[in-house]
């Protein structure tokens, strides 16, 4: 059964959501994705992007869970990360539909 704390249950630095995939322009159903899977999917995307972009990713990750950041932080995620940012979402997307299983609505019968 879905109840708000199954939707928003944060897993990883980069707190991913269950939400957050059903909330895409084309959303990916997280039915039966268990937290073992979410967190093994936040594990493997951070990996990634701490692999390519040492010197942002850790500070990219702590600025996100802010709620209000000073102008030189926001300045830092705007310029210093845009590229961590993009590799952060297609990884996202690659690992739970290409090695979690899980599926586009669209794709589904």
Do not use: H
């Not at 300045?75 to 899980?102: K, P, T, Y």
């Amino acid at each position: 059964m879905r109840t708000e704390n199954y939707m928003t249950k944060a897993f990883g630095a980069s707190e991913i959501t269950r939400e957050l995939f059903e909330g895409l322009p084309c959303p990916i159903c997280t039915d039966g994705i268990t937290d073992k899977q979410m967190q093994e999917l936040a594990d493997s995307v951070e990996a990634e992007v701490r692999d390519r972009y040492p010197e942002v990713a850790d500070k990219m990750f702590e600025l996100w869970k802010k709620e209000e950041r000073t102008d030189e932080e926001q300045d830092f995620l705007d310029f210093e990360c845009d590229q961590a940012e993009e590799l952060w979402w297609d990884m996202v997307e690659e690992i739970a539909v290409g090695e979690i299983g899980m599926k586009y609505y669209e794709d589904m019968d």
